[in-house]
C-alpha cells in the first residue's frame, strides 16, 4: 500500500510571502515554519475541490504541498528543493 502525506492546509495569512529571481524570472516564494516553497498553481474560490485534488497529486509525488485558502483563492505551494522537477500538469493528470 503506497501512502503519501496529505497537503496541509492554511490561512494565507499564516505564511511568509516573498519574490525571488530564478532561471531568467521572478517567483513568487514563503516561507512557512522553516522550509521555502514556490507558489505552483492559484485557483479561484469556486475550485476549492480542484486545488485539493491537484495539491493531493502533488503530495503523493513525495513532494512537500501547502495550500493557502483566503477569501479570494486557493493557493497550491510546493517545496522550493522538489518545484524545479514539477511540471503544471502534474495536476491534471
Not at 485534488?53 to 501547502?66: D, G, H, N, P, R
Request: overall charge positive; aromatic content about 12%; proline content about 3%.
Amino acid at each position: 500500500m503506497l501512502s503519501a502525506t496529505l497537503p496541509t492546509i492554511i490561512h494565507e495569512t499564516s505564511v511568509n510571502p516573498f519574490t525571488f529571481y530564478f532561471d531568467g524570472s521572478f517567483h513568487q516564494g514563503m516561507n512557512h515554519q522553516g522550509r521555502l516553497y514556490k507558489l505552483f498553481t492559484t485557483f479561484l474560490p469556486a475550485q476549492r475541490a480542484t486545488a485539493f485534488v491537484c495539491a493531493c497529486k502533488l503530495a503523493a509525488q513525495e513532494t512537500q504541498t501547502i495550500v493557502t485558502a483566503s477569501a479570494h483563492h486557493y493557493r497550491v505551494w510546493t517545496d522550493l528543493s522538489a518545484s524545479h522537477s514539477l511540471k503544471s500538469e502534474a495536476c491534471w493528470r
